[in-house]
């Protein structure tokens, strides 16, 4: 790891103006993936920014029919929160199948989202529940936020404060891991509200987390696992690695989306 | 350089640190406490596993200053050679291990599922909730039974 300077600001005013003092400074939230990044070299930062004891970041609550989740909060008191659990429990689920324990008690939700990891679970509930992401800056709607792999509507020296999803009536998310890493080869969140139905798939796209235009086509006139029966979708675009094809992706998107509608039938 | 302060074990310690220091480095190398293992330095083995704030943690994967004000447990800081902690007693009991390296992990992260799950744990969910722990020599079995002796023996501690 590089030398860099370390900065501990107690509120979301200060880290942004020391963002905005050091040009190459990075925000420090879990460092599960920051640090692993930094000490293989491929990322040096000058200065850190830690949010760790910044005011106000993490927390969960309830606002209207919304779930509003601070950046900072870590993926194992999103598993286990009770409001989350009642509101949204298959985002309960999806954080507490993140990693494992020891991640869970460090990684937080905003640098989940704000990395943009082509496989990480986070992004496809973002995306699937057409959440808001809420900075120091500005309101950022899930469908304009994510921007191709490791590439988010972020600018410079911008930090997401808070995460705001819309209460679902139906929602699962399910995930193929890869026997290995446990990062999801194909992950697909399905969320209904109202009469709107959205599937959003990680861990496939080669541009990262998108919308399956084909499932939420068959999905729409009846929200029922055999609504994706015959559904085919196109391999361009996937990724295509060591652990699968494109093709063999493309074919497990239908089978996991209807896996997911199953289970939010279930509840 | 900057300053760190932090109750280990239940003694407060404060050091000027380089901030990159690693808190698996701080504590093997500052502090001398070297019952932290590491194993991968790449987040995988679990072998660095300590409490922060009575949560595990892979202290290669977090910074010494991060820890400025928060009280660390470390596998020296749970029980004595003479008074071992019930999970490290099941370990043995169990021949939960074989080379050691892997064990000061698996037992941080085994108190750490008992803290959160409770005493009577299933075959499942060990395995499941050691995840982020990988043992080179024992093929996992004894140490899953430890696990659930030494959750049972916790409870009349
Ligand atoms: C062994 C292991 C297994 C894992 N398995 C999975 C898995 O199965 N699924 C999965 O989704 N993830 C997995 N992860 C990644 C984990 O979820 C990370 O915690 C997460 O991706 C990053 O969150 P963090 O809080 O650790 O962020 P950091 O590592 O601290 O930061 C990541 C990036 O986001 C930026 N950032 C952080 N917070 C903010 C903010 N509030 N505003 C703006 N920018 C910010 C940082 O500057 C940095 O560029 C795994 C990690 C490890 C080590
Ligand atoms: S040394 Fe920390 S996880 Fe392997
Ligand atoms: S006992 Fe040798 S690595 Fe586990």
């Known amino acids: 790891m590089y030398a860099f300077s370390y900065h501990s600001p107690k509120t979301v005013r200060q880290a942004a103006t020391l963002l905005g003092k050091n040009p190459d400074a990075k925000v420090l939230a879990g460092g599960q993936t920051l640090l692993p990044t930094m000490k293989q070299r491929l990322a040096s930062p000058s200065a850190l920014v830690d949010l760790g004891k910044a005011e106000g970041m993490s927390g969960i609550e309830v606002k209207g029919r919304n779930v509003v989740i601070g950046a900072m909060t870590r993926h194992a008191d999103v598993a286990t929160s ?6 949204i429990p ?8 993140i990693g494992d324990p020891a991640v869970r008690n460090r990684g937080t939700i905003g640098g989940s989202i704000a990395n943009n990891d082509p496989a990480a679970d986070y992004p496809s509930a973002v995306l699937a529940l057409g959440a808001t992401i809420i900075t120091n800056k500005r309101k950022i709607p899930a469908d304009q936020f994510f921007q ?18 819309p209460i679902p009536s139906k929602a699962a998310y399910e995930k193929f891991p890869n026997p290995a890493s446990r990062y999801a080869m194909v992950g697909v969140f399905v969320a209904k509200k109202g009469s709107e139905t959205r599937v959003a798939v990680t861990g496939a796209g080669s541009d990262g987390v998108f919308r399956s235009a084909e499932c939420e086509a068959a999905l729409k006139a009846r929200f029922n696992p055999k609504s994706l029966d015959g559904v085919k979708v196109k391999a361009s675009g996937l990724n295509s690695d060591i652990h699968a094809s494109s093709e063999y992706r493309a074919h497990l998107i239908p ?3 209807k896996r997911a509608v199953a289970k939010a039938m279930a509840k | 350089m900057a300053s760190v302060t932090m109750i280990v074990n239940g003694k407060e310690v404060t050091a000027n640190v380089d901030p990159r220091t690693l808190l698996a480095q701080f504590l093997r190398e500052h502090l001398h406490l070297t019952g932290t293992h590491v194993g991968c330095d790449t987040s995988q083995c679990g072998a660095c596993v300590v409490h922060v ?3 595990s943690i892979k202290s290669c994967t977090t910074l010494a200053v991060a820890c400025d004000g928060a009280s660390v447990t470390t596998i020296e ?10 999970m490290q007693a099941a370990f043995r009991e169990n021949h939960g291990l074989q080379c050691g390296f892997c064990t000061p992990g698996m037992i941080m992260s085994a108190i750490d599922i008992v803290n959160r799950k409770g005493h009577q744990l299933d075959e499942h969910t060990i ?11 024992t093929g996992y079995h004894n140490i899953v039974k430890a696990v659930a002796a030494g959750a049972q023996a916790m409870a009349g501690k």
Request: charged content about 20%; some cysteine; overall charge negative.
């Open chain 1, 82 to 87: 009770a409001i989350v659990g009642e509101a």
């Open chain 2, 127 to 137: 395995r499941e909730e050691l995840e982020g722990n990988i043992c080179r020599c």
């Open chain 2, 77 to 86: 800081g749970i029980g004595t050679p003479d008074h071992l902690h019930p």
């Open chain 1, 90 to 97: 298959a985002l309960a689920a999806l954080a507490g199948g």
């Open chain 1, 255 to 257: 089978v996991i989306a």
């Open chain 1, 148 to 165: 191709g792999m490791f590439s988010t509507a972020l600018e410079e020296g911008e930090v997401i404060v808070k995460v705001s999803f």
């Open chain 2, 53 to 55: 704030d009575g949560r």
